[in-house]
């Protein structure tokens, strides 16, 4: 099995380019906003402790993010492997992973960071906020928040990727999504 991270900051393109990756590899793309609807809507015990959490206003732990990822590392079958988008987000979660992947024998395959500007960041969340009516991206505090986050705690895992061996980069920073499209699609046929 192949196990992919897709990596970068909000409004990097993540969602935009996971689909196509995960078509042209034969992966299973793992969001962890959608497992969490999913096991919610299944109503499974992972999904009760999470939808107990979120309806109280707290963040979903680690624990039952990773328990729903090794589910379903478990249970998708016919695939090549996984393509992992919204996870890992800081250090304590790539450990987490490498642990689970290890005692599968397995490891992470490589890392695709999504390379962009915080000013093109903005401008595209600002855009998607206007298109989608995404409340929660068009105050410009609520953005900000967002990239310092990143930067704080999931920019962090370059340095852990590197040190792996399993960090590769692409250039998203240009408007032309067939174009950035190209450029991953590139960078996943160097890491095999």
């Known amino acids: ?61 680690d624990s039952v993010v990773e328990g729903m990822i090794e589910s379903a590392f478990d249970t998708i079958k016919g695939v090549d492997g996984f393509l992992l988008d919204g996870f890992p987000r800081n250090l304590a979660q790539a450990r987490d992973l490498d642990a689970i992947l290890e005692k599968r024998g397995e490891s992470v395959t490589g890392v695709v960071s999504l390379m962009i500007e915080d000013e093109t960041i903005r401008k595209r969340i600002a855009h998607r906020a206007a298109i989608e009516g995404r409340a929660d991206d068009a105050s410009e505090a609520t953005i900000n928040n967002r990239i310092q986050t990143y930067h704080a705690q999931t920019e962090p895992l370059i340095a852990f990727y590197k040190a792996a061996g399993k960090y590769h980069e692409a250039d998203v920073n240009g408007w032309d999504i067939e174009t950035n499209r190209a450029r991953v699609l590139a960078v996943m046929e160097q890491i095999g």
């Open 1 to 61: 099995m192949k196990y992919y991270i897709l990596f970068g900051p909000p409004g990097a393109g993540k969602g935009t380019h996971a689909g196509a990756v995960a078509q042209k590899y034969n992966l299973k793309h793992i969001s962890t906003g959608e497992l969490l609807r999913a096991e919610i809507a299944a109503g499974t015990e992972l999904g009760r402790q999470a939808k107990t959490l979120i309806d109280a206003g707290s963040l979903v732990p």
